[in-house]
Antibody, heavy 118, light 107 residues
Framework: QLQLQESGPGLVKPSETLSLTCTVS??????????WGWIRQPPGKGLEWIGR???????YYNPSLKSRGTISVDTSKNQFSLTLKYVTAADTAVYYC???????????WGQGTTVTVS | DIQMTQSPSSVSASVGDRVTITCRAS??????LAWYQQKSGKAPKLLIY???SLQSGVPSRFSGSGSGTEFTLTISSLQPEDFATYYC?????????FGGGTNVEIK
């Protein structure tokens, strides 16, 4: 059964860089049928799409991030990662990694990791 | 960006009730719509994709309908485990966008 697990620091200082990794187990990240993405949810608020990556490295980001975000993939480790530069308190959120089926909808999610910018 | 608007933002219902949630897109998205359920402190769970297709393992009391700009999620007979927040998501174009959520509460 496919599982995704986020990891990374829970506390980041303002103006610094947030770095998270998603480890995929129970399946290969190098699949032609799936993309891999990041979504976040500020405390008490709704879901915001951050971006996604294909195993080949092809990416798409939410323009709202204003080019601060980068998603990368390491197929040898079956992992993909998110870095977000110049963070502010507005970046405080639960960050989820998830599998994007057919580049359309998220059918498998990680449990989420809380990142606080302070 | 395509804006997704859900209504109501909150609904109080009893076990056994029929509950309907509406999601409207700011422009036509054909049938490129998904519905998710999120329980407190948990990750969202995919319920419906392509507007009306039931994700594997999801109970048949959940159903979705609509196309274009207006969509509905219906829970035919609300069960205790269905009290949660529900989100729609358009899958027509990037950036993918979500509705603001509908909180289904116990009456």
């Amino acid at each position: 059964q496919l599982q995704l697990q986020e990891s990374g620091p829970g506390l980041v200082k303002p103006s610094e860089t947030l770095s998270l990794t998603c480890t995929v187990s129970g399946g290969s990240i190098s699949s032609n049928n799936f993309y891999w993405g990041w979504i976040r949810q500020p405390p008490g608020k709704g879901l915001e799409w951050i971006g996604r990556i294909f195993y080949s490295g092809r990416t798409y980001y939410n323009p709202s991030l204003k080019s601060r975000g980068t998603i990368s993939v390491d197929t040898s480790k079956n992992q993909f990662s998110l870095t977000l530069k110049y963070v502010t308190a507005a970046d405080t959120a639960v960050y989820y990694c998830a599998r994007l089926h057919g580049d359309r909808w998220y059918d498998v999610w990680g449990q989420g990791t809380t990142v606080t910018v302070s | 960006d395509i804006q997704m608007t859900q209504s109501p933002s909150s609904v109080s219902a009893s076990v056994g009730d029929r509950v309907t949630i509406t999601c409207r897109a700011s422009q036509g998205i054909s049938s490129w719509l998904a519905w998710y359920q999120q329980k407190s402190g948990k990750a969202p769970k995919l319920l419906i994709y392509a507007a009306s297709s039931l994700q594997s393992g999801v109970p048949s009391r959940f159903s979705g309908s609509g196309s274009g700009t207006e969509f509905t999620l219906t829970i035919s007979s609300l069960q205790p485990e269905d009290f949660a927040t529900y989100y729609c998501q358009q899958a027509d174009s990037f950036p993918l966008t979500f509705g603001g959520g509908t909180n289904v509460e116990i009456k």
